[in-house]
C-alpha cells in the first residue's frame, strides 16, 4: 500500500515567511512590500497577527522600527491537489477486491490567517483527510464503481469532506473531487476472498440463467425458422391445442419454469408428445387422476369446495416474489358467509412501484369468471386480459398476475 503523500509540496499553498525590512519612518524612505494578485500576505508584528494584506503594494511605515515585521504569502486561487494511492483501498462487495485510485481534489484557502499561522502544514492535512474521506465511502462501494468509474466514491467522499467542516479546522474549502483513474488489482491468495468469489460466480451464473429464461420466448415464427418440422405439426389439425398452450403461457419459458407445482391446467409434456419431440413420448393420463398421478385439471374442478380453491389460489399466489396477499369473504345481506371473496394482491415493479390487482370471485367461481381492477402506482389503470377473457374454469388467478406483471414490469 503506498500513495504520493511524500510529494505533497505545502509550499504550493504558501510561500516561506519572509522578514520585511521596515526602513526609515519618513516618507519615501520606508520599505515596500507588493503581494501578487490571487495571493493575500498575512502579516505579523512582534510575533502576533496584525493584518492581512490584499494584492497591491504596500509602504511599511507604520509598523514600529524595533519591532521585527513577517509577511507569509497564502495562495487563494482555485488548486488542484491530485491524490495517487496503489493498493490503498479495498471494495468489500460482493467479494474483495483491492484497487487502484487516483483523485483530483478542487481546494481554495478561505482564510489566510488559519492557513500560515495556525496550521503546519496544511496541504499535508488536506491530503490526510481526504484519504480519511475517501476510506469511509469505499466501505459502502460496491465493484459497479469500477465500472461506473468511481461516480458514487468521488460523491461519497465530496460530501463527507464538506461535513468535516475544512474551513473552520485548517482555512481550506473544497469545491469538487473528481476520480481519474480506478482500477481493480489481483485480489491474491487470500482464502476468503477465493471463497466468496466462487460464491458471488455461482450466484452470478444463476441471475443470468434466469435473466436469459424471463426474457426468452418461444414464438411461432421462432419454430417457423428453427424447427420447421415442429410448426408443420403445430398448424397441421391442432389448432384448439396450440391455443390452448398459448392461453396457458407454455410457449413462455418464463411462464413455464415459474409455475408452482400444480398450477399449470394443462401438462406441458403430454401437450407436447403429439408433436414428435424426442424424450417427450410419455402417456396421458385422464382427468380422473390415472396414469403418472399428476390429475388433469378440467371443467368439472368448478364444483369442487369453493374454499379449498381459494386456499389453493392464495397459495400460488403467495409463491410469487415479493408479493403481498389479502382475502376477505363475501356476506349477502344477512351477513352470511356467500361464497365470493375478494382478494387484493401487490405486486412489487422493477421499477419500483406497485402494481394492485383486486379481483372478485363470485360464488360460482372457478365455473363463473372473476373481475379485475387494476392499480399501477396508485393510478386506476385499464387493462385487456387475454386469460380472463377465454376463462373456462381451468385457469388460475396467478396466471393472470403473472400476465400483468410481465406488461407493466
Same mark, same amino acid.
Given at each position: ?5 511524500? !510529494? ?12 520585511? =525590512? ?11 512590500? $507588493? ?7 498575512? !502579516? ?8 492581512? *494584506? ?10 514600529? +522600527?524595533?519591532? =521585527? ?13 491530485? @491524490? ?10 460482493? *467479494? ?29 492535512? !488536506? ?47 473544497? +469545491? ?26 455461482? @450466484?452470478?451464473?444463476? &441471475? ?23 410448426? &408443420? ?5 391442432? &389448432? ?11 410457449? =413462455?419459458?418464463?411462464? +413455464?419454469?415459474? &409455475? ?10 403430454? *401437450?407436447?408428445?403429439? +408433436? ?43 409463491? *410469487? ?10 356476506? %349477502?345481506?344477512?351477513? @352470511? ?34 373481475? $379485475? =381492477?387494476? %392499480? ?34
Amino acid at each position: 500500500m503506498s500513495s504520493n503523500r511524500h !510529494l505533497i509540496n505545502d509550499f504550493d499553498i504558501l510561500r516561506p515567511t519572509q522578514l520585511l =525590512d521596515k526602513g526609515l519612518p519618513l516618507p519615501f524612505l520606508s520599505g515596500r512590500y $507588493v503581494v501578487d494578485e490571487g495571493w493575500r500576505a498575512v !502579516l505579523s508584528e512582534g510575533g502576533a497577527f496584525k493584518e492581512i *494584506l490584499e494584492p497591491g503594494t504596500h509602504f511599511l511605515s507604520k509598523y514600529h +522600527f524595533f519591532r =521585527d515585521v513577517k509577511a507569509t504569502a497564502v495562495n487563494i486561487k482555485v488548486n488542484t491537489l491530485h @491524490v495517487s494511492t496503489t493498493r490503498e483501498f479495498t471494495i468489500s462487495q460482493p *467479494l474483495p477486491v483491492e484497487i487502484n485510485l487516483d483523485l483530483s481534489v478542487e481546494y481554495q484557502a478561505v482564510d489566510p490567517r488559519r492557513v500560515a499561522m495556525e496550521i503546519t502544514s496544511p496541504l499535508t492535512s !488536506l491530503f490526510d483527510r481526504v484519504i480519511q474521506a475517501v476510506r469511509g465511502a469505499v466501505v459502502y462501494a460496491t465493484v459497479d464503481e469500477i465500472r461506473t468509474q468511481g461516480e458514487g466514491i468521488a460523491k461519497v467522499t465530496l460530501q463527507r469532506l464538506q461535513a468535516m467542516q475544512l474551513p473552520s479546522v485548517i482555512g481550506i474549502e473544497v +469545491f469538487n473531487v473528481l476520480v481519474t483513474s480506478i482500477k481493480a488489482t489481483d485480489t491474491g491468495t487470500d482464502a476468503l476472498a477465493a471463497q466468496q468469489m466462487k460464491e458471488f460466480t455461482i @450466484v452470478r451464473d444463476w &441471475q443470468l440463467d434466469t435473466m436469459m429464461i424471463q426474457q426468452s420466448r418461444l414464438t411461432p415464427e421462432w419454430l417457423m425458422v428453427h424447427r420447421p418440422e415442429i410448426y &408443420q405439426q403445430l398448424i397441421a389439425g391442432n &389448432q384448439e391445442l396450440l391455443k390452448e398452450m398459448i392461453d396457458k403461457g407454455l410457449l =413462455d419459458p418464463a411462464g +413455464f419454469l415459474n &409455475q408452482p407445482t400444480g398450477a399449470s391446467t394443462v401438462d406441458p409434456l403430454k *401437450l407436447m408428445s403429439g +408433436f414428435g419431440l424426442p424424450g417427450f413420448g410419455q402417456p396421458t393420463t385422464s382427468s380422473t387422476g390415472t396414469g403418472s398421478g399428476q390429475p388433469q385439471l378440467t371443467a368439472e374442478t368448478g364444483g369442487k369446495d369453493v374454499h379449498a380453491r381459494m386456499r389453493e389460489e392464495v397459495g400460488y399466489l403467495r409463491n *410469487l416474489p415479493g408479493v403481498e396477499v389479502e382475502t376477505k369473504p363475501g356476506v %349477502d345481506a344477512n351477513g @352470511v358467509p356467500d361464497g365470493s371473496y375478494d382478494l387484493k394482491v401487490d405486486l412489487p415493479r422493477t421499477s419500483g412501484g406497485k402494481i394492485t390487482l383486486y379481483f372478485t370471485c363470485p360464488a360460482g367461481f372457478p365455473g363463473q369468471s372473476p373481475t $379485475v =381492477d387494476l %392499480d399501477v402506482d396508485g393510478q386506476a389503470t385499464p387493462f385487456q386480459s387475454a386469460i380472463l377473457r377465454r376463462w373456462n374454469g381451468q385457469q388460475y388467478l396467478v396466471e393472470i398476475a403473472r400476465e400483468v406483471k410481465q406488461f407493466f414490469g
